[in-house]
């Protein structure tokens, strides 16, 4: 079994910046994607950022250039630095976890950008 918690959200102005983080514990395999989504009020859950174990990257179009997503293999932490933050980047942030067991899911972490 995998543990996902989540930490570092809270309220900011636009323009502001937060770091998340999220620990995970439990069996994690050496090869996995460990990731970052979000959900708005009455949207669906959408990918905000991702990585692999070997480095590769992707991110959702609205938060390139803005977002950085790293991971200490070491600490199993996995990180997601925020920057130029939006109202609409205003969501409850999901870690994820990716391996060949299974998925799992974090309790999320409200993120509340202020205009």
């Known amino acids: 079994q995998v543990q996902l918690v989540e930490s570092g959200g809270g309220l900011v102005q636009t323009g502001g910046s937060l770091r998340l983080s999220c620990v995970a514990s439990?069996?994690?395999?050496?090869?996995?994607?460990i990731g970052w989504y979000r959900q708005a009020p009455g949207n669906q859950r959408e990918l905000v950022a991702l990585?692999?174990?070997?480095?590769?990257?992707n991110y959702a179009d609205s938060v390139k250039g803005r977002f950085t997503i790293s991971r200490d293999n070491a600490k199993n932490t996995v990180y997601l630095q925020m920057n130029s933050l939006r109202p609409e980047d205003t969501a409850v942030y999901y870690c994820?976890?990716?391996?060949?067991?299974?998925?799992?899911w974090g309790q999320g972490t409200q993120v509340t950008v202020s205009s």
């Open positions: 994820n976890l990716r391996q060949a067991l299974g998925s799992y």
């Open positions: 439990g069996s994690i395999f050496s090869i996995n994607t």
């Open positions: 990585m692999g174990s070997g480095g590769y990257t």
